[in-house]
């Protein structure tokens, strides 16, 4: 029988933290309760990855945002997998659904990007993206392959991959996809990695969800078969992170929860507390 796959839940900050607000997320997810077979990384900005990894517990894992395709060279603004280490880090977003949109990358250039930083050492969360146009013209299993196929043969090493889907349709936008969608979604990549990876691959790989998760319906996801967590944007930066990590399917007794809960609203209150003398200038969006 194979073992349960680790829940991951991978919070992307996106470019929406200063070091203030890292101090303050950092306070929370030291108090959050953490479901046992759960693994939490952070995505952090560049400029701020020393600082984060400085600043978080060792239990909770660092990602770049993004890295280039080179270990050197004339490529101003960007940043290698080597400097992504130098700054304690082992793990890198890539694919994800706005460098694919807003910055123009294609399936080639992700691909090429994944294949350094796997030499390199780092591991990857990879993604892949439906949009609304794909959706409308029922193009998502095409569109998915594609995406997959192009990350497959860049891929040296799946024990060191999460693939991460998000529908572009379903992130704040106001359209919650469904659970039914969601898993049908994420039974299409598992179905893909068995006809082309091979059943080892597909049973092992973690797949995660991205598309407006929230304390609201974190829960229903987290027990659809083919969902092994959430990638998560901007609820990661409000105590919906909170309920999102107690999340795992692979939970204890209700008792267990029912304390856990219990200790983590106290534990926040406190830090809440605290941060409210501390750091006045706060932004309140996240109370």
């Not at 984060?52 to 050197?72: D, F, M, S, T």
């Not at 078969?225 to 919906?240: H, T």
Request: proline letters at 3%; hydrophobic letters at 40%.
């Amino acid at each position: 029988m194979t073992a349960p796959r680790t829940f991951t839940v991978v919070g992307n900050w996106k470019m929406n933290t200063l070091k203030d607000d890292i101090d303050w997320l950092t306070g929370v997810l030291k108090a959050a309760p953490v479901a046992p077979n759960t693994e939490v990384i952070v995505g952090s900005p560049s400029c701020y990855l020393a600082y984060a990894r400085q600043q978080l517990p060792g239990n909770i894992g660092v990602a770049a945002q993004n890295c280039y395709k080179e270990a050197r060279g004339n490529f101003s603004g960007e940043i290698s997998p080597a400097m992504i280490q130098d700054c304690g880090c082992e793990w890198v977003i890539l694919g994800h659904p706005e460098r694919r949109t807003l910055f123009q990358e294609s399936d080639e250039f992700i691909g090429q990007k994944v294949a350094h930083a796997m030499k390199a050492g780092l591991k990857v969360v990879a993604c892949v993206c439906e949009t609304k146009e794909d959706r409308a013209a029922g193009r998502t299993q095409e569109v998915l392959a594609a995406q997959l196929e192009s990350l497959a043969a860049s891929i040296s090493d799946w024990s060191r991959v999460v693939l991460a889907f998000e529908a572009l349709w379903a992130s704040n936008t106001g359209v919650l996809a469904t659970p039914a969608q969601v898993q049908e979604a994420m039974a299409m990549i598992r179905k893909w990695l068995r006809l082309h990876e091979g059943n080892s691959v597909a049973d092992s790989t973690r797949l995660i969800y991205a598309g407006s998760v929230s304390s609201g319906n974190c829960e229903e996801l987290a027990r659809l078969r083919d969902v092994d967590g959430f990638l998560v944007g901007s609820a990661a930066l409000k105590l919906d992170i909170v309920d999102i990590l107690r999340a795992s399917r692979v939970s204890c007794s209700r008792l267990w929860a029912g304390q856990q809960r219990l200790q983590a609203t106290s534990q926040l209150i406190s830090h809440l507390r605290d941060s409210r003398f501390n750091h006045l200038s706060l932004d309140t969006r996240r109370l």
